[in-house]
T-cell receptor, first 110, second 116 residues
């Protein structure tokens, strides 16, 4: 069985400061891991994915995530937050179907 | 322009009525999925289909039905048996690659269903 735990339900940052969204996973197999972003009343957009290549994955809009097998973590980071980063973020683990975390809501203060 | 479309964007239903949500994709993807999203709960899988004329129940299939008569279409019917249908519904599709399980899913814009 696979599952995902997003450790923070809500993160608030000031514009221009770093963002860290934490994700731990469990999986019986070598997992594929994804981060998706959802803006209000919209569908989900893929930010980045890990598929057993490089452990540091770069995504769109300046986001990156590091896969750490020993810690079963896949935390998402961005060096400098922008107002447009305010959204909900989902960490996802996959075999034949996706298992979603509960989501982390990011607010960005001016 | 390839993508996934869902219609309508907003849908209102009276209690006891069935309603069908549309999902169409022109990405030539084999697999399609329906999710339900409730606040604070992430996404939960309702049904999925790996190939035309075949589909499987997900984690919360009770009160829902689907069909997959065409590769590009995967409509979801919310029946009167679904006790709490008010939610945001998302459709997704996934292509098959050399390692199909590692391909990401592409999501439609969603349909917000409200039961009056």
């Amino acid at each position: 069985a696979q599952s995902v735990t997003q450790l923070d339900s809500h993160v608030s940052v000031s514009e221009g400061t770093p963002v860290l969204l934490r994700c731990n996973y469990s999986s019986s197999y070598s997992p594929s891991l994804f981060w998706y972003v959802q803006h209000p009343n919209k569908g989900l957009q893929l930010l980045l994915k890990y598929t057993s290549a490089a452990t540091l994955v770069k995504g769109i809009n300046g986001f990156e995530a590091e896969f750490k097998k020993s810690e079963t973590s896949f935390h998402l980071t961005k060096p400098s937050a922008h107002m447009s980063d305010a959204a909900e973020y989902f960490c996802v683990v996959s075999d034949y179907k996706l298992s979603f975390g509960a989501g982390t809501t990011v607010t960005v203060r001016a | 322009d390839g993508g996934i479309t869902q219609s309508p964007k907003y849908l209102f239903r009276k209690e006891g009525q069935n309603v069908t949500l549309s999902c169409e994709q022109n990405l030539n993807h084999d697999a399609m999925y329906w999710y339900r999203q409730d606040p604070g709960q992430g996404l939960r899988l309702i049904y999925y289909s790996q190939i035309v004329n075949d589909f499987q129940k997900g984690d919360i299939a009770e009160g829902y039905s689907v069909s997959r008569e065409k590769k590009e279409s995967f409509p979801l019917t919310v029946t009167s048996a679904q006790k709490n249908p008010t939610a945001f519904y998302l459709c997704a599709s996934k292509g098959q690659g050399r390692a199909g399980a590692y391909n990401e899913q592409f999501f439609g814009p969603g349909t917000r269903l409200t039961v009056l």
